[in-house]
C-alpha cells in the first residue's frame, strides 16, 4: 500500500495505508505532501501520476529499473531518477534499487523499488520527531534531503571497497595472499557498478545545480553543489581505486613471477650439480673388459669420495658467486 505523509513546522500526519482519494487531497500551501509508492502499485502511481499530469515519458521511466540516473524539467514539476544502494547489506553485489522523485509545488512523489529503503525510514523519523531541518522547510529541502541521503550511501559504499583493498593490499604485500586474481575481478565488478551510477547521476545533479542558479526555482543551487562535491569525492576514489588494484596486480605477478624463478634456481641448480655425476656414473657404468679402477679394492669407496668431492665443490663455488 501506498503512504502518505503530510506535514509542517507544527504538526505531522502519516497515512500507512493511504488510498488514492487521500492522495488527490489537497493540502494548504504551508504544509508538505509526500506520497510514497512501490512500483508493485502500478495501478495507483498509474492513477496519482494522471492527476498530477505526469508525462507518460516520465511515467514509463518510473517502471524502467534498468534506467541510468536522468533528470528532466517540465513545465510544472522536476523529474529525478536515481539508484539507491543498501552498501550495509550483506549482499556483496550491493543490489541496486530504482528510486523517482516528482516534486510538483508542495507535493513530492516517490516511487521506489526496494521495500526496506532505510533512506526513507530515516527521513520519516525526522519528520515525526522533527529532528534536523526537514519539518521548518518545503518539499523542495525534502527532495534534496533524498537525493543527499541515498549520495551517502554511495560514499558507505566506497569507504567500504576502501577497506576491502587495503586489507587485499596488506595480505599481498606481507604475500599471504596465494591467488587474488579473483578477488581483483570482483572488486573491479562492483567499482563498475558504482560508476555507472554515479557518473550520470553527477551530470544529472549538475544540470539541477545550474537550473536552480539561473532561474526562480525553490530549488537551492547551494544544497546541490554539496551533493555534487559528494559525488566528485566518490569518483575520485572510484577512479584511485583502478589504480591501486592494477598496482597490486602488477605486484602479485611480479611476486609469483619471483617466486617461479626461485624454483627454477633451485631446479637449475640440482640438474648442474648432477651433471658431472651423470658422467662419472656412464662412464664407470660401461662394461669395458679392462677398466682397472673395477678390479681395485678401494674402487667403489674411491668412485663415492669422487661424486660427493665434486659436488662439495661445486655447491661451494654457486655459493661463493651468490647463485641461491
Not at 673395477?294 to 658467486?321: A, D, E, H, N, Q
Request: net charge negative.
Amino acid at each position: 500500500m501506498a503512504e502518505i505523509i503530510i506535514y509542517n513546522k507544527d504538526e505531522s500526519e502519516f497515512h500507512k495505508k493511504a488510498d488514492i482519494e487521500l492522495a488527490k487531497k489537497v493540502v494548504p500551501e504551508t504544509k508538505v505532501k509526500w506520497i510514497i509508492a512501490g512500483l508493485d502499485e502500478y495501478r495507483f502511481i498509474k492513477e496519482i501520476s494522471d492527476y498530477y499530469g505526469i508525462h507518460h515519458l516520465s511515467i514509463e521511466d518510473f517502471f524502467n529499473t534498468s534506467h541510468l540516473p536522468k533528470f528532466e524539467i517540465f513545465e510544472d514539476y522536476y523529474f529525478l531518477s536515481l539508484k539507491f544502494i543498501d552498501y550495509k547489506s550483506v549482499n556483496p553485489d550491493y543490489k541496486l534499487y530504482h528510486t523517482s522523485l516528482i516534486l510538483r509545488g508542495n507535493t513530492l512523489l516517490c516511487f521506489t523499488e526496494s521495500t526496506t529503503n532505510h533512506v526513507l525510514e530515516d527521513i520519516k523519523t525526522r519528520i515525526e520527531e522533527s529532528i534536523g531541518y526537514v519539518r521548518t522547510k518545503g518539499s523542495d529541502y525534502l527532495f534534496y534531503r533524498i537525493i543527499d541521503l541515498m549520495v551517502d550511501q554511495y560514499i558507505g559504499a566506497v569507504s567500504t571497497i576502501r577497506g576491502t583493498i587495503d586489507e587485499l593490499e596488506d595480505s599481498t604485500v606481507e604475500g599471504e595472499t596465494s591467488d587474488i586474481t579473483h578477488e581483483i575481478l570482483e572488486i573491479k565488478r562492483k567499482i563498475s557498478s558504482l560508476r555507472r551510477i554515479v557518473e550520470p547521476l553527477r551530470e544529472e545533479i549538475i544540470r539541477v545545480k545550474n537550473n536552480a542558479a539561473e532561474s526562480e526555482s525553490s530549488l537551492s543551487s547551494t544544497y546541490f553543489q554539496d551533493i555534487l562535491d559528494h559525488l566528485n569525492s566518490c569518483i575520485f576514489s572510484l577512479e584511485s581505486f583502478r589504480d591501486i588494484l592494477t598496482d597490486l596486480m602488477e605486484l602479485r605477478l611480479a611476486q609469483v613471477s619471483q617466486s617461479m624463478n626461485q624454483v627454477m634456481k633451485t631446479l637449475t641448480v640440482v640438474s648442474t650439480i648432477f651433471i658431472p655425476l651423470t658422467f662419472l656414473a656412464g662412464v664407470y657404468g660401461m662394461n669395458f673388459a679392462r677398466m682397472p679402477e673395477l678390479g681395485w679394492k678401494w674402487g667403489y669407496p674411491l668412485f663415492w669420495v669422487l661424486i660427493i668431492g665434486v659436488s662439495l665443490i661445486m655447491l661451494l663455488y654457486m655459493r661463493t658467486k651468490k647463485w641461491f
